[in-house]
């Protein structure tokens, strides 16, 4: 069956909700085991068709932000959704208080008993109205971003689009691309600044509610993280500081001296070599049958994965209008689907988007083979990212399909970018705790804060000419900043873990995907930490941890 042909049809919230109270009931009052086995599968089957009527709503509203029913839709699941997750959240109590709870654990592991827990902790009914403001205001966000329609080269560009710009070999191109953004932010600086304003004091209020003393307590539980805190967070930031930051500032200066400037600023950041940055050679529907190709000959499982993808349309790549910004993978619970969306702009982001998404989606394609419970299908988010980026390292060897005569310069730019992104998202972590630290600080100090940590993190980072990023204001193109407080640390970790599998693969391929395999189909069922564990991969968290990666990358790149 095709996407389009998945139904949708809009639930009646307060009869899932209704439902699921009952059955949470029967669990709570029952001493038989078999029963309650019974009773969650009931459960699991309510909510794997809710979530996949919210999911078809996400999908279709993002495709296209101007088609007014799933607006509607959409509208309508902000507003309603929390009256079904409260009873998810009225479920899981009665497991995690359970009598039977050791024989409960004994059958579904305790990791998934953790994690309720941990999300009990971060709800309840009287928060429920602001977290469908929270709702409403990342809404609002994505629209005014979706909204950016930039005159450049003859043409109306959304902002994926005009990302081919910042990275033209003609440095005044690069220079008036950046402007032309800048113009966009700075005609909806304040428009986005009370958004951000208001999502802060919402998550700050409902922090509060909940018995916490910052919304930064209740961002780590909302994370799912049961194994690391903030301090953890803070000393792998260090670690970066010291042993990431000073090669990452080598690369940038020798990525100038490339391409001849000797003081780069921000807009010459993008290019990397003087004749042009790498890029896929051919359109969509070529680097869609090269991918096919390519995952047909990396495995059979890779095969029979991205086979049913493409036979299926579960791949929405190309940017038009209306289309909402970015790129995710989701899953479609229903109908067993993955669902890669993009925004493809000829850069070579575009094949990374049939790696990176491809890996979220092999991961749940080959975990929901293994795991029934959907709230053990998908892991916290760090170990998510371990799956999408590291298919983009174990890909390498068929890059000469995509890139002919670039393949060289595009895997000395791709581990360039994993090096140099890893302070960036440092950097973004470090401003949001900034921010929930102090939740009454003005929209001038916020710009301050960020100013602060780009010093730290990001020192190469000339902004002149630039206004509105001269102002401290880049952040407001950081979706994650919006949507999902605290996420953007989860792709640095991520990326520590990839870059020690590509390491592995150049020493032993076979071990190293046999490796990856079973962390896809462990899906959920660990923690963090108890899955790179695993797979025998280092704890990013622990001294050296971060020394060691630096020094086998550095080695590496001496051999392109």
């Known amino acids: 069956m095709k996407f389009n042909e998945y139904k949708y049809e809009r639930p009646n919230f307060k009869n899932v909700a209704l439902e699921l109270e009952d059955l949470a009931k029967k669990i709570d009052s029952s001493k038989n085991i078999d029963d309650i086995k019974n009773y969650i599968n009931e459960c699991n089957i309510i909510r794997s068709n809710f979530d996949t009527m919210a999911t078809l709503v996400s999908i279709r509203h993002s495709i296209n932000t101007l088609d007014e029913y799933y607006e509607k839709e959409n509208d309508i699941f902000d507003e309603n959704s929390n009256i079904v997750y409260s009873k998810t959240n009225l479920l899981a109590k009665v497991l995690v208080n359970h009598p039977l709870r050791k024989e409960l654990e004994a059958i579904y592991g305790s990791h998934w008993f953790k994690s309720m827990e941990v999300s009990l902790k971060s709800y309840d009914d009287s928060i429920s109205d ?280 595009y895997k000395i730019s791709h581990t360039n970018q994993a090096l140099i992104f890893i302070p960036y998202g440092c950097c973004v972590d470090h401003f949001q705790h900034l921010v929930y630290e102090n939740p009454n ?35 407001f193109n950081q979706l994650h900043i919006f949507q999902c407080p605290f996420y953007y640390i989860d792709y640095t970790l991520a990326q520590v873990c990839a870059l020690e599998f590509y390491a592995d693969s150049i020493i032993d391929r076979k071990n190293t995907w046999e490796r990856y395999v079973k962390l896809c189909k462990l899906g959920g069922s660990k923690s963090f930490v108890e899955l790179i564990d695993s797979v025998g991969l280092h704890n990013p968290f622990k001294d050296g941890g971060i020394e060691f990666i630096v020094k086998k990358i550095a080695e590496i790149k001496k051999n392109y």
């Open 130 to 409: 602001l977290l469908i403001q929270e709702s409403k205001l990342v809404s609002e966000y994505n629209k005014v971003m979706a909204s950016a329609q930039i005159e450049f080269d003859g043409k109306l560009n959304n902002l994926s689009q005009m990302k081919v710009y910042t990275t033209s070999i003609d440095r005044n191109t690069r220079f008036e691309a950046m402007k032309k953004i800048n113009e966009f932010i700075a005609l909806n600086e304040d428009t986005i600044d009370d958004i951000y304003d208001r999502m802060v004091h919402v998550r700050h209020e409902m922090a509060l509610k909940l018995g916490f003393k910052s919304f930064t307590e209740l961002g780590y539980l909302r994370m799912g993280r049961t194994d690391y805190d903030s301090n953890d967070v803070a000393k792998y930031r260090e670690q970066v500081v010291n042993y990431l930051v000073p090669l990452v500032n080598e690369i940038i200066m020798e990525n100038a001296k490339n391409i001849g400037i000797e003081n780069p600023k921000f807009y010459d950041l993008g290019l990397e070599f003087l004749d042009g940055n790498p890029t896929p050679k051919g359109d969509k529907n070529h680097l869609v049958n090269e991918a096919l190709k390519m995952y047909s000959e990396m495995s059979e499982e890779t095969k029979e994965f991205f086979t049913y993808m493409v036979e299926n349309d579960l791949l929405d790549l190309e940017t038009k209008k209306g289309k909402q910004n970015g790129g995710y993978c989701t899953y479609i619970n229903k109908y067993h689907s993955p669902f890669i969306f993009s925004n493809f702009n000829g850069t070579s982001g575009d094949v990374d988007v049939l790696t990176h998404e491809a890996g979220h989606a092999f991961m749940a394609y080959m975990a929901s083979k293994e795991i029934d419970n959907p709230d053990l299908l998908w892991p916290t988010s760090e170990a998510c990212e371990i799956h999408s980026m590291s298919m983009e390292f174990l890909a390498y060897p068929w890059m000469e399909n995509f890139f002919k005569e670039d393949t060289r310069k």
């Open 441 to 475: 600080a003005t929209k001038l100090e916020r710009k301050e804060m960020w100013k602060k940590c780009e010093k730290l993190y990001t020192p190469w980072r000339d902004m002149e000419g630039l206004p509105m990023y001269e102002k401290g204001n880049l952040w």
